[in-house]
Structures are given as C-alpha cells and as structure tokens.
C-alpha cells in the first residue's frame, strides 16, 4: 500500500501540474505589464554597505516578520567577503527594512510573482540597471538555514573553487560533454568571470519567463538554468558532491557505519525491512559493514543525501545547511537531527539556527 504522505505528495504535485496550465495563457501577458512597468513594480532601498566585486543575492520570503537567521546569514555573507543584495518577494515592516539597509548594499521589494528565480531575475536587471561590475554573484535563497556552524568555510571553498560555476550540491549526472542531465541546487550557488559576462548568462537572465507555478519554476529556473551555465562554463564543481558523499561513507569505521545506518532515514517498506534486519544481526563483520554502507549509498542516489543521512551529513561531512522543506523526507530529517542534539550526537549548531529548528519540528 502507498504511505498516506506519498500518495498526499503525488497528489499534490498532479493539482501543481493542472493549476499551471491556465498560467500558460495569462502569465506571459502578465510579464509583458510587469516588465513594461518594472521601475514601479519593485522598490530600490539603498544600505549602508558598498557594492564591490563581490556580490551575494539573497532572495527571502517571510511575510511573517524576518526571523533571526535571516541576519545571521547576512552577517555571514559580509564576513565571507560578499556585499549583500537582499530581496524579499514580499513587503519589509519598517524595522526590518532599517535593520537589513544597516547590513546590506541594496534592499529589492518586490511582490512574489516567479519564486526565487523571479528574485534572482530581478535582482541581476538591478545589478545591470546600476552598472555593477564584479567579479562573482552568489544566489542563495531562504529556504535554507545557513550557516548551521559557526566556522563553516563553504563560502571561502567556493571562492576559491577553480570553476566558474560552483554549485553547493549536484544533482543527477553534471560532468558528461556536452549533454548534462543533471544539475546543481539553486538554493546556493556561485557565477565567477567569465561566465559570469558571458552570452549564455546574459541571454538567460534576458529570455528568462515567470511563472507563479512551482515545478514550471523548477523546470525553467533550477534545472535550465543549472543545464545552461554547465553547458557554457569551462569548468564547473559542486562542492558537496554526491562523489563526497559516497567517498565519506566508504572510509567510515564500523562504529559510525552502525551509527549512519540507525539514524538513515527509510520510506521504502523493502529497504526499511532491509535496514532493520541489518541493525538486528550480532554478527557485525566486513560483510555486514558492506551491506550496511551499500545501504546508505543507495538511499542516497534516490533522495538527496542530506535529506537521509542527515546527520552523518553534518557531524563527519560537515554540510553547514538545514533545509526548511516541507517534503516528507526533510520532515523526518529535521526531527532525527533534533533527536541528535539531545542525545549530544550532534554538538556546535548555532544557537539561533538550534531555536529555529526546535520551533519548526515542534510544529510539525
């Protein structure tokens, strides 16, 4: 029988589908208006900061008031060398807005018509409209709790990288010539120079349809986009590779292999079957520990692996992000992680990040 919250996902996904169809007809008239009056659909606020060569657009989306990670992560940006270009996808209070120009060089209001891409869009046309030149464009977005440690150097990984496209994760398979089916996240990644100047990154950005439909987004903004800059860059990494993973997990010890196995996250009833009978064995020998790791390996080329080994993934891989999604599999991550804070398995998270995700999974 299908578990109750996929057959919700898939269902789910299928009224996602049908609801964008009407959008086909209605939202290119509406980008015509939105374009044609763009000076007036969104508001410009101008920070304290200065625009350098360096630049991070962070796209947030919190109607609610901004929590206190969203300034954690803006800190974070400024410490790591990066002038910050915040969008929000909705309306700033007035005390948000004075503490976010106290941190930033440019504050974008905008209504939230194309999800984070319709921010990213419009935030490179500012960026193009002011005559920025710099040197690398970092995107990331709020849907993320970054950083989770203090003393994560991803950022500075990420500088340093020698690719022009430096995504956090890949997806699916992204070194192949000339044809890439996979892609990397567009929660965080970095555009360097050339790329950065070059006909496939500005043609993009110009050609570039909202959309107010999730997967249509998907579709256009994370995996075209992602497909496009591998395609025209001339060397592209992701820093937290699937191949990083897998590199991780084969030189475990027995003791964290057993520890990663426990706290895997299953959804398949064969594989859980499977993951229970191996915690359950006495005999814990090189065959057992092959299993085991083959185990964890294979969870992860179906679902993302921060997603079901979420904390091997933060304690020996060091990933310094939380996802706050809403998927079934983040769900359950967020609470084995909780569940490893208590049982101090997992030492070192933020104070504000730790706060944060209590709040959520007590919700949830």
């Known amino acids: 029988m299908i578990p109750v919250w996929k057959l919700k996902r898939e269902l789910g996904r299928v009224a996602e589908q049908v609801s964008a169809i009407p959008l086909l007809v209605f939202e290119p008239i509406r980008q015509i208006f939105y374009d044609h009056n763009f000076d007036n659909k969104i508001v410009v606020h101008y920070g304290q900061k200065n625009l350098g060569r360096q630049v991070a657009i962070f796209l947030i989306y919190q109607p609610a008031g901004l929590i206190a ?4 992560t803006i800190d974070h940006l400024v410490e790591s060398g ?3 270009v915040v969008v929000s996808n909705c309306s700033l209070s007035v005390g948000d807005m004075e503490r976010l120009k106290e941190k930033s060089s440019l504050v974008i209001e905008r ?3 194309g999800y984070d891409f319709g921010g990213y869009r419009d935030a490179v046309w500012v960026l193009r409209k002011h005559k920025i030149h710099c040197d690398n464009i970092l995107f990331l977005n709020d849907s993320v ?6 003393d994560t150097q991803m950022l500075r990984e990420m500088i340093e990288a020698d690719a022009e496209y430096v995504g956090t994760q890949a997806f699916g398979e992204t070194t192949s010539s000339g044809v890439f ?5 567009s929660y965080c990644f970095l555009i360097k120079k050339p ?3 070059s006909a496939a990154f500005g043609e993009y950005w110009d050609n570039y349809r909202l959309s107010s439909s999730k997967e249509v987004v998907l579709r256009r ?9 591998l395609a025209a860059s001339n060397k592209s990494v992701a820093i937290y590779s699937y191949d990083r993973f897998v590199n991780l997990i084969t030189r475990m010890c027995v003791e964290d292999t057993r520890q990663a196995l426990e706290d895997l996250i299953v959804w398949d009833e064969v594989l859980h079957k499977r993951k229970i009978r191996l915690l359950h064995e006495k005999k814990i020998d090189d065959h057992w520990v092959a299993d085991a790791k083959n185990l964890i390996i294979l969870l992860s080329k179906s679902k993302n692996f921060i997603g079901s080994s979420p904390v091997i993934s933060l304690t020996k891989l060091g990933f310094p992000m939380i996802k706050k999604n809403k998927e079934m599999l983040y769900t359950r991550a967020r609470q084995t992680i909780v569940e490893s804070i208590d049982s101090g398995r997992i030492s070192g998270l933020n104070q504000i990040v730790e706060y944060e995700l209590r709040q959520k ?3 949830s």
């Open 69 to 72: 990670s969203t300034y954690l």
């Open 82 to 84: 990066f002038d910050p």
């Open 111 to 113: 209504e939230n018509f």
């Open 145 to 150: 709790w970054f950083p989770v440690f203090d």
């Open 181 to 185: 089916d996979g892609f990397f996240g």
């Open 195 to 197: 790329l950065l100047y």
């Open 221 to 229: 903004g994370e995996r075209r986009f992602s497909r496009k800059m």
């Open 361 to 363: 999974v007590s919700l």
